[in-house]
């Protein structure tokens, strides 16, 4: 039996609440390498797109506001890129402390396993053996599978089998970072260009059907990698953009009218 057998088989029964917090939690399934490596992947992905989503509604809703309050290209170009560049950054300092707290967390759990496996070798054995077994192993089969993926690599296998947690893929905080400001960059270029490469008298509405077919793109991606109903996700992506861009040239408008 191979480490990713022993470890990859569904249906594991989940670690109690206690000993999750005395391991400072764990992230993931454990369900091995390469499905661990999927979901990693997956995860990233839809950050991207919920990201660029982010960039798209919140850059829209300015440069319309704006639009609504001046016909100014300089003024709308120069609203366009402060936000962008504000959310980007903004985005890209949020997750870089969320990611850096979650790595934190996750080389805590593997320091804590460390120490108990030099301080208690035998019942971290006996306590992999009891993981394995709840996973539908029987009791002889899973002590054997213990006792292999100790002798191969103790830390990794309860990294994976206890904490789920795979030691190299930790998550990395800079490349949250930067994979966040690109995706807010992508998604906000849209509305910016859209809004100032047109002329005035279609500007608004040009910009508004733009975010809108962008965003519907984005709700059937994010469906589709959520594994949920493509119309509810489009819809409901749709209505906030609207609605965002509706209130923002709204009060621009009024605004305009009254400075």
Not at 2 to 30: V, W, Y
Not at 157 to 164: D, M, P, S, T
Not at 205 to 218: E, F, G, N
Request: net charge negative.
């Amino acid at each position: 039996m191979t480490e990713d057998d022993a470890s990859g088989e569904p249906g594991r029964k989940a670690p109690t609440r206690a000993h999750l917090e005395a391991h400072g939690g764990g992230s993931g399934s454990g369900d091995g390498s390469q499905s661990a490596g999927i979901s990693t992947r997956l995860n990233w992905l839809r950050a991207g797109v919920l990201g660029a989503n982010d960039g798209i509604i919140s850059t829209a809703g300015l440069v319309v506001g704006v639009a609504g309050a001046t016909t100014s290209r300089a003024a709308i170009l120069a609203a366009g890129v402060a936000g962008l560049l504000a959310g980007s950054l903004s985005m890209a300092a949020g997750e870089y402390v969320s990611v850096s707290s979650q790595r934190d967390s996750e080389q805590a759990a593997l320091e804590l396993e460390r120490r108990e496996l030099a301080e208690e070798p035998e019942a971290e054995l006996e306590e992999l053996t009891d993981l394995l077994a709840a996973r539908g192993l029987s009791r002889r089969l899973a002590r054997e599978a213990a006792e292999q993926l100790t002798e191969r690599d103790a830390l990794r296998a309860h990294a994976r089998v206890e904490l789920g947690i795979n030691p190299d893929e930790l998550a990395n905080p800079w490349h949250a970072a930067f994979a966040s400001f690109v995706a807010f960059t992508v998604g906000a270029l849209l509305p910016l260009l859209a809004i100032v490469l047109t002329d005035a008298s279609v500007r608004v509405p040009v910009t508004a059907a733009a975010v809108l077919a962008a965003l519907t793109l984005c709700g059937v991606i994010s469906s589709r990698l959520g594994g949920a109903p493509a119309l509810r996700a489009v819809l409901r992506n749709v209505a906030g953009g609207a609605l965002a861009m509706a209130v923002t040239y709204a009060v621009g408008t009024w605004l305009g009218t009254t400075a």
